[in-house]
């Protein structure tokens, strides 16, 4: 009974999450400009993050919740990175 | 899912009502994202996942594996304390890149260095000095 | 003591955080404790401005208005995104003069503003104290000054300064 309630429920959660990414990304592709971009990759490496958080919850292993962290510090230090590059031209002063 | 078929279903339905609000906040914040017109608009949408969406989803992970072992798991809210931390800093930093491209276009839609005293802005670009002297960044904040 | 301990509260989460990440073992606590100390001594090299707080008290006042802002907010924007064009919507920036000066304050004043959903957190021009946010529904302008100095900088001068 609780297994079924889990099955949908982490399925239902993982179709939406990859909608998500699948529209963060279309952002990102489309632009129009770089800021759009540097958001739509951001929107992207939370939605990633979460996305490897259910993969945990599915799979009932930690390992899942270590890649998150690493993602979600990747990706805060990319997009720092990215703009600070809009914003002068380059990275480091 | 088999580790998870002795859960209660009490439990079970918590974790599914988190997982499903977190990634359906998350989905409707990318949605927005990518629907809404202009990019001052569309930086307010992905706060819906990281503020709720992510809270929710890391709520439900530490439901579910506090009850499948039997003690505290509490390593998940690292990543929601990492994220509420982090957004701000990136929020900000993209946002101000944001406003220093379009002033330096001149761009209208957008308050010039100084909204409330907008007579030095104008004087001074009267004098013919490129928009982007004038449309200096304050980089002395916090 | 305090050259030993430079930051105890910082370098006490350090531990805790230590703990959650790996086990709760004595072994592990002995190597938390010497991470934090090697991360104390580092960031006093370093010289930051160490923050003071006035009011304690205050703290769980302020996270819990916060966290309930953030739900209404989530409510209000969710139902803006989903609700299409049925009602024509104006976001637009507003400039606020700010009296709290104190680094620390502003600090938690831009996580709080950026948080929420529906406003953003853009300039602070630290020469005025004038802030530039942009609200993406916006009703009324000085409603929305009114409400940042009241609910939140009234509060956060209390606690730092």
Do not use: C
Not at chain 1, 10 to 38: F, N, S
Not at chain 3, 91 to 96: E, K, L, T
């Amino acid at each position: 009974m609780s297994q079924s309630i889990l099955v949908v429920a982490v399925t239902a959660a993982q179709v939406m999450l990859a909608l998500a990414m699948a529209l963060a990304l279309a952002r990102m592709i489309r632009g129009p400009r770089a800021q759009d971009r540097v958001l739509g990759l951001d929107t992207l490496y939370v939605n990633s993050m979460l996305m490897l958080l259910v993969f945990g919850m599915r799979t009932g292993s930690a390992l899942y919740f270590e890649a998150a962290l690493i993602i979600a510090m990747l990706g805060f230090v990319a997009t720092v990175a990215l703009a600070k590059f809009l914003m002068r031209g380059e990275v480091i002063e | 899912m088999s580790h998870a078929a002795d859960l209660p279903p009490g439990v079970a339905v918590v974790v599914a009502f988190f997982v499903v609000l977190g990634a359906g906040l998350t989905l409707v914040g990318s949605f927005g994202f990518y629907r809404l017109r202009s990019f001052y608009d569309r930086i307010h949408a992905p706060t819906l996942g990281t503020s709720w969406g992510t809270a929710a989803i890391v709520m439900a992970s530490m439901i579910l594996f506090s009850a499948l072992q039997s003690r505290l798991v509490v390593h998940e809210i690292l990543i929601g304390i990492f994220v509420t931390v982090t957004t701000p800093v990136t929020l900000m930093l993209l946002g101000r890149a944001a406003l220093y491209r379009d002033r330096a276009e001149r761009n209208p839609d957008v308050p010039a260095m100084d909204p409330p005293k907008g007579s030095l802005v104008a004087s001074r670009e009267d004098d013919g000095e490129p928009a982007a002297a004038v449309a200096q960044p304050d980089v002395s904040g916090p | 003591m305090s050259r030993i301990f430079p930051y105890p509260l910082m370098m006490a989460s350090l531990v805790v955080v230590w703990l959650v990440l790996t086990s709760f073992s004595p072994g592990q606590l002995v190597v938390g404790v010497a991470v934090a100390l090697l991360a104390g001594q580092g960031l006093a090299a370093l010289h930051p401005v160490k923050p003071r707080l006035r009011r304690w008290d205050l703290i769980p006042k302020l996270v819990a208005i916060v966290l309930y802002d953030i739900v209404r907010s989530n409510i209000a924007v969710v139902s803006i995104i989903l609700g299409g064009p049925r009602r024509v919507r104006r976001s637009g920036f507003v400039s606020i003069p700010l009296e709290l000066r104190d680094p620390t304050g502003l600090a938690v004043l831009s996580v709080i503003v950026t948080s929420t959903p529906g406003t953003a957190w853009f300039d602070y021009n630290a020469a005025r104290g004038v802030l530039l946010i942009h609200v993406f529904d916006l009703v009324d302008e000085e409603g929305w000054r009114e409400l940042i100095k009241s609910r939140y900088e009234h509060l956060l001068m209390e606690i730092f300064e």
